[in-house]
T-cell receptor
Framework: AQTVTQSQPEMSVQEAETVTLSCTYDTSESDYYLFWYKQPPSRQMILVIR??????QNATENRFSVNFQKAAKSFSLKISDSQLGDAAMYFC??????????????FGPGTSLSVIP | NAGVTQTPKFQVLKTGQSMTLQCAQD?????MYWYRQDPGMGLRLIYYSASEGTTDKGEVPNGYNVSRLNKREFSLRLESAAPSQTSVYFCASLQWDWTENGYTFGSGTRLTVV
C-alpha cells in the first residue's frame, strides 16, 4: 500500500521570503500523480500543483514549484515570495496512474504554514 | 458553478442521534468519496463509491453508512453518533481519465457530537 509522509507538522516563513515544504512517499508503482493541496482557514481544499511521475520536468504554478526526485521518492513544494494569503495547511497527496475501480487519493498528515508579516 | 455541494456546513448532535450528510456533484464524475479530517491525522477515507451502484469501505468505516443514490449524489449517514465522530467531513469526486487534476472537494461539514 502507498503511504505519504510529511515530516514537518509546522513551518513558518517571513513575508516575501521562500519556504520549502517536504513530502516523501512510498510506492512500488512506476507511474503515478502527486499533488499539493492547500487548506486555508476557510476549510476549502484547493489544488495548488500537480506532477506526473513520468515527466522529468518539475511542475511550476506562478510562485509555487516542486522538486520531484523520483528515485528518492521525494516531492517538496517551494513557495517563493511568500504572502500572508499563503498561510494554510498544506497536504501532499498521491494517486496511482493505474485506473481501477479502487482509484483514490492518499494524503499525508499535513504541514501548517504560518506567514510572519 | 460546477463543483461539489456538501450540506450542512455545521451540525451539532447529541450522542445517539442520527443524521445524514449530503453530497452532490455536477461534473459527471464516476467516483465519489467521504473523508474525515482530524488534527494531526490528515484526511482519512471513510467510504467511497467507484461508480453508481457500488460502495466500498475505506480506512475508518465503523459507525458510518453510505448510499450512492445516483451518479450525482453520495450521502453519509451516522446512525448513532458518538463523540469520537466529532470531526470535519469532506466529500470529494474524481473522474477516471489521464488528465485528472485530483479530487474536487466540497466545502466540508464541521460536526460536533456532545
Amino acid at each position: 500500500a502507498q503511504t505519504v509522509t510529511q515530516s514537518q507538522p509546522e513551518m513558518s516563513v517571513q513575508e516575501a521570503e521562500t519556504v520549502t515544504l517536504s513530502c516523501t512517499y512510498d510506492t512500488s508503482e512506476s507511474d503515478y500523480y502527486l499533488f499539493w493541496y492547500k487548506q486555508p482557514p476557510s476549510r476549502q481544499m484547493i489544488l495548488v500543483i500537480r506532477q506526473e511521475a513520468y515527466k522529468q520536468q518539475n511542475a511550476t504554478e506562478n510562485r509555487f514549484s516542486v522538486n520531484f526526485q523520483k528515485a528518492a521518492k521525494s516531492f517538496s513544494l517551494k513557495i517563493s515570495d511568500s504572502q500572508l494569503g499563503d498561510a494554510a495547511m498544506y497536504f501532499c497527496a498521491y494517486r496511482s496512474a493505474i485506473i481501477t475501480s479502487y482509484d483514490k487519493v492518499i494524503f499525508g498528515p499535513g504541514t501548517s504554514l504560518s506567514v510572519i508579516p | 458553478n460546477a463543483g461539489v455541494t456538501q450540506t450542512p456546513k455545521f451540525q451539532v448532535l447529541k450522542t445517539g442521534q442520527s443524521m445524514t450528510l449530503q453530497c452532490a456533484q455536477d461534473m459527471n464524475h464516476n467516483s465519489m468519496y467521504w473523508y474525515r479530517q482530524d488534527p494531526g491525522m490528515g484526511l482519512r477515507l471513510i467510504y467511497y463509491s467507484a461508480s453508481e451502484g457500488t460502495t466500498d469501505k475505506g480506512e475508518v468505516p465503523n459507525g458510518y453508512n453510505v448510499s450512492r443514490l445516483n451518479k450525482r449524489e453520495f450521502s453519509l449517514r451516522l446512525e448513532s453518533a458518538a463523540p469520537s465522530q466529532t470531526s470535519v467531513y469532506f466529500c470529494a469526486s474524481l473522474q477516471w481519465d489521464w488528465t485528472e487534476n485530483g479530487y474536487t472537494f466540497g466545502s466540508g461539514t464541521r460536526l460536533t457530537v456532545v
